[in-house]
């Protein structure tokens, strides 16, 4: 394994020492920064398990390191695919893919996978090929109707999304209804679900901005509701309010949360957030570390406004 990260290093610091724009005109501690986010990216891919690796995979896509991620994981795929992370591992080889035959091919697993009643894994199947945008179609939109109409409330969120892809017009509606569940789970999982569908329809936006506001502090749902809300900006007098609030999740949230508050905060705080989420590189948790290490590199690549 650590021949594995040595190699995966010697990739990315190419592209390091390369930089961009924004790269080579930031100072000094900027750049170390950034070298040490990268880093703890690429050492979490080779030594975290389970869904944190995938999480680090993905987080070096998106900051420009998808070839080195690619080869990795077409080496590790074999021992990695009978795993409850098979389809993530798909996902991930399915983002990075060289041609749109290879994608195609990757998301025909994911299919297969969600489309076996059997599968332990449907749930992470139809959030994998949501994730990729992949607008289902014939016997898979079916499906994902049929699993619609008979899942609990709490599973609804993600056949939802998949249906907002297929180009129904009351997924939307419905995912902002559902954040008014009595269920935290059902809330978390519709709140995630806009987070990445983004939707621009004003009910929306003010059902989120309501949840926002009513979600107890204490319960799982709370950072993934107030994440989405920050990120659509769902009422914008409140957006200091809720960054605030997410700055609470990042000292004293669980795992999962805090990572979620990465991936909202990211999206519209300044440098001067850099010294909170380099303090996290540090922290004992894998995804914890993924979640600070994403938003440094994406707050010091971030083109200049």
């Not at 990795?72 to 399915?94: D, H, Y």
């Not at 969600?114 to 179609?137: M, T, V």
Request: proline share 7%.
């Amino acid at each position: 394994m650590k021949g594995i990260f040595i190699t995966m290093m010697g990739m990315i610091g190419t592209t390091v020492a390369a930089g961009g724009a924004s790269s080579n005109s930031a100072p000094p501690s900027s750049s170390a920064l950034l070298t040490e986010a990268r880093t703890a990216l690429a050492q979490a891919l080779v030594t975290e398990e389970g869904w944190p690796k995938i999480h680090a995979a993905e987080a070096l896509v998106a900051v420009g390191e998808g070839g080195p991620v690619r080869e990795l994981f077409e080496k590790l795929a074999a021992n990695l695919e009978g795993s409850p992370q098979r389809t993530g591992v798909w996902r991930v080889l399915a983002a990075t893919a060289r041609t749109p035959a290879e994608r195609a091919a990757f998301i025909a697993k994911i299919e297969a996978t969600f489309l076996n009643p059997a599968s332990a894994d449907r749930l992470q199947a139809i959030e994998s090929l949501c994730k990729l945008g992949h607008a289902p179609a014939g016997n898979t939109r079916l499906a994902v109707q049929k699993m619609l109409q008979t899942v609990p409330e709490n599973e609804s969120a993600l056949p939802l999304w998949a249906s907002y892809l297929a180009g129904d017009p009351d997924a939307v509606p419905g995912l902002a209804r559902r954040l008014g569940s009595g269920d935290a789970l059902t809330r978390l999982r519709a709140a995630y679900a806009l987070r990445w569908i983004g939707p621009k329809q004003p009910e929306a936006l003010a059902a989120l901005a309501r949840a926002a506001e009513a979600e107890p502090a204490d319960t799982l749902s709370y950072p993934y509701v107030v994440s989405a809300a920050y990120a659509l900006r769902a009422e914008p007098a409140r957006t200091a309010d809720w960054q605030a609030k997410l700055d609470t999740v990042l000292e004293k949230g669980k795992a999962g949360g805090r990572y979620e508050a990465c991936q909202a905060l990211l999206l519209h705080v300044g440098a001067d957030q850099l010294p909170r989420f380099a303090a996290l590189l540090r922290s004992p948790e894998g995804d914890v570390r993924i979640g600070a290490a994403w938003a440094i590199c994406a707050l010091l690549q971030r083109p200049a406004r």
